[in-house]
């Protein structure tokens, strides 16, 4: 039986514990599809539906207690503003874990955790845009290394 075994250690202290999940949080509300591991994955389902409902009290206390867990301003604005509202007939389940197969490296289960009716567009909000540079015309840039060449040799 598994009485009182409340949650993974995932082989971390607890203070490791609580800064992985808190930057898998910002991760996840900001790209709102991540992949991790399968035992992270599950261990943060829970933290991430409870975070959405306190963002859906768009009240002054919840959002610090929101900023107290995720120590982020973007997150908590985007918490309050955008998925509070996507999510406000829901009332609860709002992320999924979809097994993704096997690491490479040491053969781990892979998963990945995603928001329910994400914005697909949200896992492109670090990549620049390219910008075009306007065509540069070629400018002639006048040898000047011969006339050094000349006051070197008049010197010696």
Not at 11 to 22: G, I, Q
Not at 108 to 123: C, G, S, T
């Amino acid at each position: 039986m598994r009485h009182k075994f409340g949650y993974r250690k995932l082989n971390k202290t607890s203070e490791h514990r609580k800064a992985l999940f808190k930057n898998m949080l910002n991760s996840l509300i900001k790209y709102e599809q991540i992949t991790t591991t399968l035992p992270k994955a599950k261990e943060l389902k829970p933290k991430i539906d409870k975070v959405i409902t306190l963002g859906k009290n768009n009240t002054l206390a919840a959002k610090k207690n929101l900023f107290s867990k995720l120590q982020s301003r973007t997150s908590v604005n985007k918490l309050v503003k955008t998925l509070s509202q996507r999510y406000q007939k829901r009332s609860g389940g709002y992320a999924r874990v979809i097994r993704a197969g096997y690491r490479y490296g040491d053969d781990a289960p892979m998963a990945v955790i995603e928001l329910v009716d994400r914005d697909i567009n949200a896992k492109k909000v670090d990549i620049k845009k390219k910008t075009e540079k306007p065509d540069l015309k070629e400018t002639t840039v006048k040898d000047t290394s011969k006339d050094k060449k000349k006051i070197t040799k008049s010197q010696k």
